[in-house]
């Protein structure tokens, strides 16, 4: 028998109503907030993704040559296509642009637990906007969707950075701007990597023994407060060189301050030893991860102000986020958050050879006003036609007897509470389901 | 500036919505049947294609080498891998199986109108009921799903043909089995291929002059009802020869009367010119077609009795068909037939510097319980915040000026109606917004 190809899914209808209930929650949440639903090409120019990508996502592409002599790649990612489609058209559009797609991605990746080769991803994004509301915006969002798929702050929180922190906290240090990026990407390692590793790499990045400086940056990760960093970095830096940190730490207190106005604070932690991997990131960055010792990564973006531009477009700030299906069902699975309500209205008529002809009409004309209506093909007994009502998870079911249906009437059963009433024919129209 | 591909469409958000409502309504109007929603890979082995798919398609594949080696193909239609899923779950699964999918597909076209390389496909289908009732479910919802866009039976109407009863004729006229593929395909193709190349092809495949077969032919595509043909049938054919076409005859007769009981009489009209041209069929096969000049086909499916078979399941009876999104969405706006509410409930705040803080914690309030609330980035003046509430086609402005704040207030403006109230802060969490 054909097999699918590994790590792309098959969702049968009990598996999809899962999914479902994930993207109407994600799609409501984000809704309440003034975001508008875009979509995008799934196959694209594999020339979007082969400049400033990160080597990870550039080795999983899954990327061929087309019937037209096309080089072409399934997309691992939606911001290259969002910041294209922004970018065309960003003189008339109104900012700020406040956008969001939930669509399908494609990562030829190593399977394991939480990774599949398609997986489909809520991306939120807001463009035009420069200042800090916009990232706490972006990120009472996120906090927002995680809320409304029953998520507390027992069960997850956000680590919140800032990268242009770390850039003039390195210019402080004297790293020249050329060496800023790898050193950033050491940072972002720093976890998986462990210590040594990572001063081995700091070392052969600034030419010297990187001991000293691993100190600086293990410290800064471990202080949670504004208040901490500054008391730090008055005694690490002379006044001149504190004055753009400071700036920066400034707008961090802002951000912080808006989203515990935006009902964030229980939610939010300031933690510099999140940077990102992907190229385009600038200012602050942002990751959801789940409390607990699995501690998933459930969401992650940041600031991208310089993408629109490399794209052809206008200077254009943004800021966003991405959510993927496979990790956050894992988490509302794991944690009995899963309640996906079957107390819907279906209606299933059971008819006889000479009943049959009006339970047809009558369930064509439930049908025409959005009531769920069905009935059985084959022509079996009152119990036969009752358990497959059963079996579909009927709510009602209609009774057409012959003695009813010579008194102009039918029969309501409600399969639930095992009560039924008898109504005139004509009254169907019209009646109630509930 | 980078491009999207020839083919491959971008949704902004205007469109979109129009995207959204068609897909709202196809959903609605086939749950409303008792349809379950599943969806399957959309990169899948390429072996599934290259086996009696008809030769169209093959050549349209995207197809590629992944990077196990593997030979994959984007789908360019959904029946392989829905067969292959019922296959392996055929004895679990409670029968008739009721199944659609809202998907895209991928085919390598030449561009035109109506046709793009990637396409959304709404895919019906019914498994395990080989009786007519399940093809006239099928087709009663294909006319639903029109009906619940606003078209009547001025704007389309479904052409039903039946490729056994052609088998039946076929061996009437003592056509060898191993040759009757190839004439249906020779009918599937007459009205585009015309009368005299349609003789030729007829002849090389009898292998004689076809002129009286060919005659014959047209002569029965001309015969739009059941007792027409009969009548012809019984001048044709002896008795012998005439018993497997009229027991063929009376299940056409049996599915009209079903079709009729359903409320599709208007819509429904038998015309043997339609064959469909994927290997797969069997039995009934039906398309939906628009009225006037243009008469594009807006549908169309059948049986596929044979499929899950050779797909390695058990022998299943099956009857489905697909609608795309293209021809469907041209037909609706050509039609005037787009009319998407956009009156929807936004809220947007207007605040300014000492009592942004209140409309902040008070948005963050409205989104939890599901309404759409927004503010301003800026930090302009009431008219500025007034044209952005506008802009983004907001219902009500929640205005926060400081003396309403000062007595615990605040003004609920209705944008529409150019009225206002002022209530009581606390009010706001429980005030129904309409």
Request: one cysteine or more; a negative charge.
């Given at each position: ?25 994600w ?35 899954f ?6 002599a ?5 997309r ?20 700020p ?70 850039v ?9 701007a050329e ?61 001149q060189?504190r004055?753009?940190i ?13 989203l ?47 993408l ?40 299933f ?68 509470k ?17």
């Amino acid at each position: 028998m054909f097999e699918s190809l590994p790590g792309f899914r098959e969702f049968y209808p009990e598996d999809y109503k899962t999914r479902d209930y994930l993207f109407q929650k994600w799609r409501s949440a984000v809704e309440s907030v003034g975001f508008e639903a875009y979509e995008g090409p799934v196959l694209e120019p594999l020339e979007l993704y082969t400049e400033k990508m990160g080597q990870e996502i550039s080795d999983q592409l899954f990327h061929f040559v087309d019937k037209g002599a096309r080089k072409v790649a399934l997309r691992p990612e939606m911001t290259r296509t969002l910041g294209r489609m922004i970018a065309a058209r960003a003189n008339a559009l109104k900012r700020p642009i406040k956008w969001y797609n939930i669509g399908d991605h494609f990562r030829y990746e190593r399977m394991q637990k939480g990774r599949t080769r398609c997986f489909t991803q809520l991306n939120v994004d807001i463009f035009g906007e420069a200042g800090v509301l916009a990232d706490a915006e972006a990120i009472s969002t996120l906090v927002l969707v995680c809320q409304s798929l029953g998520l507390t702050s027992d069960h997850f929180y956000v680590r919140l950075s800032d990268r242009d922190l770390w850039v003039s906290l390195m210019e402080g240090w004297g790293i020249p701007a050329e060496k800023q990026g790898e050193v950033l990407s050491c940072i972002d390692k720093l976890e998986k990597q462990g210590e040594s590793k990572t001063i081995n790499n700091l070392s052969s990045i600034i030419g010297e023994s990187a001991e000293p400086l691993f100190e600086k940056i293990s410290k800064l990760i471990g202080l949670k407060s504004v208040k901490a960093i500054e008391q730090w970095v008055d005694l690490e830096f002379d006044e001149q060189k504190r004055q753009n940190i400071q700036k920066r730490l400034g707008e961090c207190s802002l951000l912080l301050e808006s989203l515990d106005t935006l009902g964030c604070a229980d939610f939010v932690e300031l933690d510099l030893g999140i940077v990102r991997g992907l190229a385009y990131y600038t200012g602050f960055v942002f990751e959801a991860f789940e409390k607990g010792k699995d501690s998933r990564a459930l969401a992650g973006g940041g600031r991208y102000n310089n993408l629109i531009k490399s794209l052809g477009g206008p200077d254009m700030p943004a800021v966003g986020w991405g959510m993927g299906d496979v990790t956050m069902t894992d988490c509302l699975v794991e944690n009995d958050l899963l309640h996906i309500s079957e107390d819907q209205i279906r209606v299933f008529a059971i008819s006889f050879e000479n009943t049959r002809k009006q339970a047809l009409r009558d369930i064509t004309k439930l049908r025409a006003r959005g009531v769920s209506a069905q009935f059985s093909y084959k022509s079996g007994g009152f119990s036969k036609q009752l358990k497959e009502a059963n079996q579909k998870g009927c709510s009602h079911a209609l009774i057409y007897g012959e003695d009813e249906l010579a008194r102009g009437e039918v029969i309501i059963k409600d399969l639930r509470k095992e009560k039924e009433v008898s109504i005139p024919l004509q009254d169907l129209e019209t009646y109630h389901f509930e």
